[in-house]
């Protein structure tokens, strides 16, 4: 069951297992059961502790999120900001998740609970429905698209 990783630097991370990444486009279909590769490592990662990453709209092992999290900054320049938003919304919604992210009238990235109206003044400039944002395959044509 797909849920927020908490981590220092408050990158967007979302934990999935190998049959939310294969419905994301990341798990790749076997016979007796998805496997997911590590983005960083191509190791194969375990089947219930995959880091989606919506700063790079990648997915990683246990060890390469811990990693990337303990060295790598967070880019909260604007344009980094609502990329990523924009992407962890995408999968938060694709996923059933509660958890939406957006921006505080200060800039500052948070995440709410889409259920919650205390949260109504957040200004969240991307769409946060799936079905009327991307499908799974133009979603990974957007990745490509912005070069990376
Ligand atoms: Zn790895």
Known sequence: MAKIYNNPKEHLVIIINTEEATKLGFGIPQFGGNICICGTCNSITDDNE????????????????????????????????????????????ALNMKERAGT??????????????????????????ADNYLSSTEFHDLKCYNGE
């Open 104 to 129: 505080s009238p200060g800039g500052k990235i948070v995440i709410y609970n889409v259920e919650d109206t205390r949260y109504e003044n957040i200004d969240v400039k991307e769409s946060t429905d």
């Open 50 to 93: 995959i880091y989606y990453f919506a700063s790079l709209n990648e997915v990683m092992c246990a060890k390469c999120a811990q990693t990337y999290c303990n060295n790598i900054n967070h880019y909260l320049d604007s344009n980094s900001v609502q990329y990523e938003i924009r992407h962890f919304n995408h999968v938060a919604a």
